[in-house]
């Protein structure tokens, strides 16, 4: 019965702080998530209560009133914002998806595929007020007015990289047999990309583009210098028009406790748009895993 | 009806034996004969070409892109030359432009954003990856994909309404007592500045730099991991030796992808940070960034020399951004490149 080694008393209290540390960081860990968390919360809450507080029929009917008077609504910032993402999805979606064939069905492996999908990633990080100029200096400046025209572009083509990446590596899972099957019952090579391999592909497909689209949806920094604005109502594209997440910036830092209502209605609506748009991704692509699992 | 069944064919995973290569890489000899046979040869070519065409159009852009903000932004380019980005004089009135007052701000809040955003998106991206609960783990992740989807300018308006008051009351003035001596919190307390644009932008690059941590860390295969563990490792040594250490690269990636972010902010930056082109070291004074003077001056500027001056801070942006991103992505691929596939 002779005393511990110190050996053995020196590693039990190692092992001791060892515990605690271990604890230690397990709680950082958690602190850090919860930290995360709290301010998503918070944002939800504060714009579920503020939004759904000044939200009214008169919201989606009107068009916004001048100065002063009260009431009004975003009707056509609503129409504006959705033709501005149906000229956008106009430009994006096809050139995406094609520039996604490109690199998997075509160029794979090849030194022009891999300098295209880093130009893609590059096009992806230009800051989207970079993207406003480029689009105002290239359609705006020659045109000499603002118009619903080039602010679809600027969504556009910040939804091209986006896609094209998706629509790569959806390809890329699919089987080369399937190609094969193809091909070997006499379909033409064009015909088994788009109808046999980017069918099966297309859950994912889709995926990429309503993320895309979930991302330009809630785009302003491209629309300051494009779309412009507009107080009235406008369907034309070569006229400057009104879009959602333009008016609210307008609204929210301007002087009025009215103007401020309606920037947090516009606020619920554009994000309950856009988590539509998340949740329904979400769906498509557990219905696209779940098909390939039966 | 046939098609559906076909599909549900093509969709089956086939048994594969061990060993076999992904399905993706080199046609195999039967689709290459197949692809050759000549039949609707022509129309093949046109397809192809047309996508081509598509994926060179991405080429296009971005050199357009870079030429109209090189040509529009001439004047200032010849008159100050590099001098342009270490002027801090800004009046539009008299045509002196310097730009160094909006690359200190959005350096200064960029890198605020970071102080705060990086430990705690390692933080959660560890929660998520090592300790979370199962049942636990969808919820989470589906929660931070939903901070990524929330607009830029709804995060301005939230930050304007809620965050700058509560800077403002609460923690600015605690901020001042406890760390005033160190110069950083200083000064009259507004409430909007650079420590609110640092902290809204953290907010924001929060889930990127989260997911691709993540990424990166779900990459690191099990076996290191077990290595470890069977070693007698607790498990933050575990997290620490087997997967922090073998994910460090991509998750420095990740860290300057996030930066990336910070920098061509717009429209939240815009809403909080001050709008005054002032250098001041307190973190509590007014500021300017380089996305929020384009975005708040440009509709305004009047002479082609002020707007040349606008278009050369956005010259200077993208390519910043450029190389930023350039950066991140070839680390984030070093790592990922050859990972494992992903166990749920």
């Known amino acids: 019965m002779a005393t511990t080694p110190a050996v053995y008393r020196n590693s039990r209290s190692n092992s001791v702080t060892r515990m605690v540390t271990d604890h230690l960081f397990t709680g950082l860990a958690i602190l850090s998530t919860v930290l995360v968390v709290a301010p998503l919360v918070a944002i939800f809450c504060y714009l579920l209560y503020k939004g759904a507080s000044s939200l009214n029929l008169a919201f989606f009917t009107q068009i916004p009133q001048p100065v002063g008077e009260p009431g009004g609504g975003m009707a056509n910032a609503i129409f504006g914002s959705g033709l501005l993402l149906a000229v956008g999805s ?33 096009l992806n990080g230009v800051p989207s007020i970079v993207m406003g100029i480029s689009v105002y200096a290239l359609i705006v400046l020659p045109q000499k007015h603002f118009s619903a025209f080039s602010g679809g572009v600027a ?43 980017l069918r099966t592909a297309s859950p994912g497909i889709i995926t990429g583009c309503m993320l895309a689209f979930a991302r330009v949806a809630g785009e302003t920094a491209p629309l300051l210098f494009t779309a412009f604005g507009n107080n009235f109502w406008s369907h034309n594209l070569n006229e400057p028009i009104a879009a959602l997440p333009l008016q609210i910036y307008i609204y929210a830092i301007s002087p009025y406790d009215d103007w401020h209502r309606l920037a947090w209605a516009g606020s619920l609506v554009l994000i309950v748009l856009i988590v539509i748009s998340v949740a329904l991704v979400r769906f498509v692509a557990s219905r696209g895993t779940l098909k390939a699992n039966n | 009806m046939d098609i559906k069944i076909q599909e549900a064919a093509f969709n089956r995973p086939r048994p594969s034996p061990a060993g076999t290569p992904p399905p993706s890489g080199e046609p195999s000899a039967v689709r290459k004969f197949l692809l050759n046979r000549g039949t609707s040869a022509g129309a093949d070519k046109t397809f192809a070409i047309v996508m081509l065409i598509s994926a060179l159009s991405i080429f296009a852009i971005v050199a357009l892109i870079a030429t109209e903000l090189v040509l529009r932004s001439q004047l200032t380019l010849h008159k100050f030359g590099i001098g342009f980005f270490f002027g801090s004089a800004w009046d539009p009135v008299t045509g002196q432009f310097g730009a160094l007052p909006f690359i ?174 002032e250098i001041a070291k307190s973190l509590f004074a007014p ?31 993208f390519l910043v951004t450029i190389v930023v991103n350039a950066i991140a992505r070839l680390l984030v691929w070093a790592v990922t490149r050859g990972a494992p596939v992903q166990v749920a």
């Open chain 1, 90 to 122: 106009l430009l994006g979606v096809p050139v995406g998806i094609a520039s996604g064939i490109f690199l998997a069905e075509f160029g794979r492996g090849s030194a022009l595929a891999n300098a295209v999908r880093f130009t893609a990633d590059v």
């Open chain 2, 104 to 277: 200190y701000g959005t350096l200064l809040s960029s890198f605020v954003a970071l102080v705060i955003a990086v430990p705690l998106s390692i933080g959660l991206a560890v929660f998520l990856t090592e300790m979370c609960p199962r049942w636990l783990r969808s919820p989470l992740a589906f929660l931070t994909e939903l901070l990524a989807a929330i607009p830029s300018v709804v995060y301005g308006l939230w930050a304007v309404f809620v965050l700058v008051p509560l800077l403002r009351e609460h923690v600015n003035p605690v901020l001042g007592k406890t760390l005033g001596w160190s110069g950083f919190f200083t000064g009259p307390n507004y409430g909007i500045g650079m420590l609110a644009a640092g902290v809204i932008l953290a907010i924001m690059i929060l889930p990127i730099i989260s997911s691709l941590t993540r990424e990166v860390m779900i990459a690191v295969p099990h076996a290191q991991r077990e290595a470890v563990l069977a070693l007698g490792a607790t498990r933050w040594e575990m997290i620490r030796m087997g997967v922090l250490r073998n994910a460090r690269i991509g998750i420095v990636g990740a860290i300057i992808l996030g930066l990336g972010r910070a920098l061509g902010e717009t429209m939240a930056v815009t809403m909080v940070i001050g709008n005054r082109p």
């Open chain 2, 287 to 317: 500021g300017y960034s380089m996305a929020s003077v384009i975005a708040n001056e440009f509709s305004e500027a009047s002479d082609d020399l002020y707007l040349s001056a606008l278009i050369e801070i956005g010259l200077a942006l």
């Open chain 1, 155 to 197: 969504l556009g083509i910040m939804m091209i990289p986006t896609i094209t990446r998706t629509t790569e590596e959806m390809l890329a899972t699919v089987p080369n047999a399937v190609r094969e099957a193809a091909l070997g019952l006499g379909v033409p090579a064009w015909r088994s990309v788009l109808s046999i391999t």
